[in-house]
């Protein structure tokens, strides 16, 4: 059985919990970081030793850490062919979207965006700084919306690690009060993965927790 230290509303946790579900794999969960605390704690840090979530330990092996590093590990371990490629080169192209997804699309919208709209006080919010990262995130995500023109999933016509990196970001985009320029192609996509239940149950989570005041 698969273990995992990290609150349900963190947005990597997430990513960890949508791929767990997807692989249809046994788990608990063990609720730290934010109000639960736990970082700092000896325990914890002999887990990880940077103070993050997620961290996650399969049956008796080492705990792993980075939310990127723990996917490829669960991919390679327990994904399809479909979901994580056996061939070097199609496996190497669905790595290369996901990892253009944690750089390009993941930290783009995180920090920037939801931190400034949902995690900061209406009086200390700064609009220009908001629209300005609205826009460049915007930017990359018109990249996704003309390779979803000609294919199912970011990665090609099947559900794969890509879409785990990309998609998770997608649901508190599509919710925080923001506005957003026209990406019928995405919001399709998005809609698609909202029927996943794997999504439902581990993306769609209720932010308020961290909501500031």
């Known amino acids: 059985m698969l273990k995992v230290w990290g609150r349900k509303t963190s947005s990597n946790v997430q990513a960890l919990m949508w791929?767990?579900?997807?692989?249809?794999?046994?788990?608990?969960?063990?609720?730290?970081?934010?109000?639960?605390?736990?970082?700092?704690?000896a325990a914890f840090i002999k887990l990880n030793p940077n103070r993050t979530i997620p961290v996650l330990q399969d049956g008796e092996g080492?705990?792993?850490?980075?939310?990127?590093?723990?996917?490829?590990?669960?991919?390679?371990?327990?994904?399809?062919?479909?979901f994580w490629p056996e061939d070097l080169l199609a496996r190497t192209g669905v790595d290369?979207?996901?990892?253009?997804?944690?750089?390009?699309?993941?930290?783009?919208?995180?920090?920037?965006?939801?931190?400034r709209v949902v995690r900061t006080p209406a009086a200390e919010r700064d609009p220009a700084a908001i629209r300005a990262a609205v826009h460049e995130f915007e930017d990359k995500l018109q990249i996704a919306e003309i390779r979803l023109l000609r294919?199912?999933?970011?990665?090609?016509?099947?559900?794969?690690?890509?879409?785990?990196?990309?998609?998770?970001?997608?649901y508190r985009y599509y919710d925080i009060d923001i506005e957003r320029i026209e990406l019928p192609t995405l919001a399709s996509y998005y809609h698609r993965l909202t029927r996943r239940p794997a999504f439902a149950e581990h993306v769609m989570v209720s932010y308020e927790e961290l909501r500031a005041v």
Request: net charge negative.
């Open 151 to 170: 294919q199912e999933f970011l990665a090609g016509d099947d559900f794969t690690l890509a879409d785990i990196q990309f998609g998770h970001c997608l």
């Open 19 to 41: 791929c767990i579900g997807e692989l249809g794999l046994d788990y608990a969960r063990i609720d730290v970081g934010h109000r639960f605390g736990g970082l700092d704690t």
């Open 96 to 115: 290369q979207w996901a990892e253009w997804s944690k750089l390009n699309v993941a930290l783009r919208f995180t920090v920037p965006v939801f931190w």
């Open 62 to 82: 080492e705990p792993l850490w980075e939310t990127g590093s723990i996917l490829r590990y669960l991919a390679s371990r327990y994904g399809k062919r479909t």
